[in-house]
T-cell receptor, first 111, second 117 residues
């Protein structure tokens, strides 16, 4: 079956580092996405990993292990504006580009 | 450069009614996907259109139908509304790859919040 799991909620303080984990099971594999969604807004693209390893983009990094069906999003130097839901997503199958999403991890950053 | 736009922003309907939601893709994008996002959940794929045809469909009943126009804009229609259809409906557009198929890269619009009473 197809399934994406991630923690429901996480809390952290300003300036800290937080790691949001995601495990997935999909039909075939064509990469893994991370999106950020602020309350009441559209998801915005953060990263797309196809190969194993860590990809860094400013304060955000994303890691993928295809053999373990595992990814994480690493957020450094947390800011209050990072409070949002973080969605892990993967293509549903190799026949098209429809994405299946996890339920999202709500991150609350406090001062 | 305008991003993905959706209308209306909010909508309140009664059970049994029909609703039409609209989406205009980002400039240069010709593929439109629709997602339903219930409160506290991740988006769920409804269907995808390009070249004015439905190319992929998620696990949604036939009450959900769509259309894509020659200018790549799209409509989502839902018939016989149920209370459970209350959700945020997101439209996402994608560019076409050099090889011809749609890209995995999806840009989301702000969504339409549908409330069914």
């Amino acid at each position: 079956g197809q399934n994406i799991d991630q923690p429901t909620e996480m809390t952290a303080t300003e300036g800290a580092i937080v790691q949001i984990n995601c495990t997935y099971q999909t039909s075939g594999f064509n990469g893994l996405f991370w999106y950020q969604q602020h309350a009441g807004e559209a998801p915005t693209f953060l990263s797309y990993n196809v190969l194993d390893g860590l990809e860094e983009k400013g304060r955000f990094s994303s890691f993928l292990s295809r053999s373990k069906g595992y990814s994480y999003l690493l957020l450094k130097e947390l800011q209050m504006k990072d409070s949002a839901s973080y969605l892990c997503a993967a293509p549903a199958n190799q026949a098209g580009t429809a994405l299946i999403f996890g339920k999202g991890t709500t991150l609350s950053v406090s001062s | 450069d305008a991003g993905v736009t959706q209308s209306p922003t909010h909508l309140i309907k009664t059970r049994g009614q029909q609703v039409t939601l609209r989406c205009s893709p980002k400039s240069g994008h010709d593929t439109v996907s629709w997602y339903q996002q219930a409160l506290g959940q991740g988006p769920q794929f409804i269907f995808q259109y390009y070249e004015e045809e439905e190319r992929q469909r998620g696990n949604f009943p036939d009450r959900f139908s769509g259309h894509q126009f020659p200018n790549y804009s799209s409509e989502l229609n839902v018939n016989a509304l149920l209370l459970g259809d209350s959700a945020l409906y997101l439209c996402a557009s994608s560019p076409r790859l050099a090889g011809g198929g749609p890209s995995y890269e999806q840009y989301f619009g702000p969504g339409t919040r549908l409330t069914v009473t």
